[in-house]
């Protein structure tokens, strides 16, 4: 794990609970860097898992369909969970603050269908413990 893990400046307000913690949303003063590495972190960990559930050998025009569903899962993960502003996370991924609004909105709709809601909630865990670790958290 890299050094500068450790450097994380402290939350400043209350967003969602995970694991019985509170994780905290970003404030104006968290720096450009810290929150694009938290959004490299969870696109990162989104298409780990996407890899671990999904078919490996996918067609060209499938990889790219893949690759667009990953970004916005990560997006809203970000968003939903990690309670970073959309205009923060839009320029992480290179898109604009209103594809990330529609990228939360696709990712909730397909909430419905229970094997992805259980995708994105195992997901959504694993970022607020990670997120939680960063911060010096403690789980229990």
């Known amino acids: ?78 968003h939903v969970q990690l309670g970073i502003p959309m205009s923060d996370i839009g320029p992480c991924f290179g898109r604009d603050r209103t594809t990330v609004g529609h990228a939360c909105q696709v990712v909730e709709d397909r909430r419905d269908e229970p094997a992805f809601d259980e995708f994105v909630a195992t997901l959504e865990r694993l970022a607020g413990s990670i997120c939680n670790v960063m911060r010096g958290v403690r789980d229990e």
Do not use: F, N
Not at 25 to 43: K, Q, T
Not at 48 to 74: F, W
């Open 1 to 78: 794990m890299p050094s500068d893990i450790s450097s994380l400046p402290p939350p400043a307000r209350p967003c969602l609970e995970v694991a019985d913690r509170r994780l905290r949303s970003w404030s104006p003063a968290a720096g450009r860097d810290e929150i694009s590495r938290i959004c490299r972190l969870v696109r990162q960990l989104t298409g780990e898992m996407v890899k671990l559930t999904g078919d490996r050998l996918a067609a060209r025009r499938d990889r790219r369909r893949s690759e667009c569903h990953i970004r916005q899962i990560a997006m809203y993960v970000c």
